[in-house]
């Protein structure tokens, strides 16, 4: 099995910045993309941001130039860097991974348990 812990999160004035971090562990044979999602009240989750296991990233339209994902594939992390935080930014985030267990050679989605990301206007 493979656990996804997030932290980071938290309350934040707007143009403040926060960082999110998300570690997997358990019998991880290989991991594949990673990335973060958010699901603000009311809407439905959506795609913040990917990055590739070559560290190709993509970016929804809205986070562009603020927000900046990054991994460390030792340490099985992905990272969300975020600035210049708006109202609308606020929403509960999800990472996760596609990741194969060392039983299981097959590529799985694995989410974490969502944290809380508030911007005060």
């Known amino acids: 099995q493979v656990q996804l812990v997030e932290s980071g999160g938290g309350l934040v004035q707007a143009g403040g910045s926060l960082r999110l971090s998300c570690a997997a562990s358990?019998?991880?044979?290989?991991?594949?993309?990673m990335g973060w999602y958010r699901q603000a009240p009311g809407k439905q989750r959506e795609l913040v941001a990917t990055?590739?296991?070559?560290?190709?990233?993509m970016y929804a339209d809205s986070v562009k130039g603020r927000f900046t994902v990054s991994r460390d594939n030792a340490k099985h992390t992905v990272y969300l860097q975020m600035n210049s935080l708006i109202p609308e930014d606020t929403a509960v985030y999800y990472c996760?991974?596609?990741?194969?267990?060392?039983?299981?050679?097959?590529?799985?989605?694995?989410w974490g348990q969502g944290t809380q990301v508030t911007v005060s206007s």
């Open positions: 358990g019998s991880i044979f290989s991991i594949n993309a």
């Open positions: 990055i590739t296991s070559s560290k190709s990233t």
């Open positions: 996760n991974i596609q990741a194969s267990t060392v039983a299981l050679r097959r590529l799985y989605d694995y």
